[in-house]
């Protein structure tokens, strides 16, 4: 190393040796990479133009805080994608919202379809269309009989509302509060004296009312529209939309997609068992309490029906059905009906969501938990409803693309050093 070293910086200093045009364009020199690196080295065997300043700052810098600081940049460009992608999420809810609702539907009826294609015969679209009409039929059916019932019996509980509202008020005169008609009389006046000077709010409500009523209606057509492609051409727009990834990495990502599709279909009927078991406990707990018979499958199809709002929906569900206890069979009826909404709550949060769904979706059951909950502070009712699917797709899909990795690199790959 020396004597190259020597021979080295005589080469250098050799005026012959520097101007000789045969050793400057010699192709075997040029492409030797030992002549190359011993022509940028130095006397002292070090390569030319390493020990710069920027180089000597960086050696003063403890190693565990370069790696920390290359690490951060990276963090803080991963968060802004993500804000990025939640604000896009924001502007584009009113398409996104039935776009999601319609993939969920989808996944409910698409084994009707499947049933029908592959036992009946039937077309694509005669089959797609005979499951989403017989799908509106029932909705239609049931909310028909909700409000027959309600409708009927609403004279009685109206008759008995009456009542009890008396009952309050001879409860408030002779009770220990002693409250005197002047006072309730003032109480009156006093709502009527808010309405009128909150009309104005009252009426702009009323307006954004009526527009939220225009925006419900068309997203149910546009979930409609939706629901009937994703159930008919669902595989044609997959494997449409998989042609923008490289040709290599097409088939594994069909793969996963599929996966995680029969792992939405079986969270989504895992839904319908928690709600309809949530249904079957309240609407047992009002026949035995003999509530109103007319208000018993009403209150169950509510329940049903509310059951698939997490959180939001069970307990407004219930508490309807506490008020109906109420001013049907008195106070004790409805403090049993709240005590049966109450274990059925608690049996849904901490045993079938977390058991049922996180069997279906292949998650673990904090991952439930947490998902819905990470979903009601991002996006309220809406985000509390796909925060579970988007979790268990990402899971499975993920898994799916880890496992076939794991298939076609030999196992030494993912032990080898970088």
Request: aromatic share 6%; hydrophobic share 55%.
């Amino acid at each position: 190393m020396a004597g190259r070293d020597r021979d080295a910086g005589a080469a250098a200093g050799n005026p012959t040796a520097a101007g000789n045009p045969t050793a400057a364009g010699n192709p075997t020199a040029a492409g030797n990479p030992t002549a190359a690196g011993a022509a940028t080295t130095t006397g002292r065997g070090k390569r030319a133009g390493t020990p710069t300043t920027v180089g000597r700052a960086d050696e003063g810098v403890p190693l565990s805080l370069r790696i920390a600081a290359a690490w951060s940049w990276r963090m803080l460009l991963l968060a802004a994608a993500v804000a990025a992608a939640v604000w896009l999420v924001g502007q584009l809810r009113q398409v996104l919202i039935p776009l999601s609702i319609a993939m969920l539907l989808s996944a409910l009826l698409s084994p009707a379809v499947g049933w029908l294609r592959r036992t009946v015969r039937l077309p694509a679209s005669l089959a797609v269309a005979v499951v989403v009409i017989g799908g509106l039929g029932a909705v239609v059916g049931t909310l028909t009989a909700v409000v027959t019932q309600f409708v009927n019996g609403l004279p009685q509980l109206t008759k008995k509302a009456g009542e009890g509202i008396d009952k309050i008020q001879m409860s408030l005169q002779k009770g220990p509060l002693h409250v005197s008609e002047a006072q309730l009389a003032g109480v009156a006046e006093g709502a009527r004296r808010w309405l009128s000077e909150n009309r104005s709010t009252l009426t702009s409500g009323a307006l954004d009312t009526a527009t939220t009523l225009l925006e419900v209606l068309a997203s149910t057509f546009l979930v409609l529209f939706t629901m009937f492609f994703f159930l008919r051409d669902g595989r044609r727009i997959w494997r449409f939309l998989i042609l923008v990834v490289p040709s290599g990495a097409r088939e594994p990502l069909g793969n996963a997609g599929e996966a995680a599709w029969s792992t939405l279909a079986s969270y989504v009927r895992a839904t319908v068992l928690v709600a309809f078991i949530d249904a079957l406990g309240i609407g047992l707990a009002l026949v035995l309490l003999r509530v109103n018979a007319n208000f018993v499958f009403p209150l169950a199809a509510l329940v049903f029906l509310c059951a698939f709002v997490p959180i939001v929906g069970a307990t407004v569900s219930g508490a309807v059905a506490v008020l109906v206890a109420l001013v049907d069979q008195g106070p004790v009826a409805a403090l049993v009906v709240f005590l049966a909404v109450i274990a059925v709550q608690q049996l849904e949060g901490h045993i079938l969501q977390p058991i049922i769904m996180g069997r279906a979706v292949a998650i673990h059951p904090l991952a439930v938990i947490l998902a819905i909950a990470t979903g009601v502070v991002l996006a309220g009712i809406i985000g509390a409803l796909v925060a579970v699917p988007i979790v268990a797709v990402l899971n499975t899909g993920v898994r799916h693309l880890i496992e076939q990795r794991r298939e076609t690199l030999p196992e030494a790959a993912f032990f080898a050093d970088p």
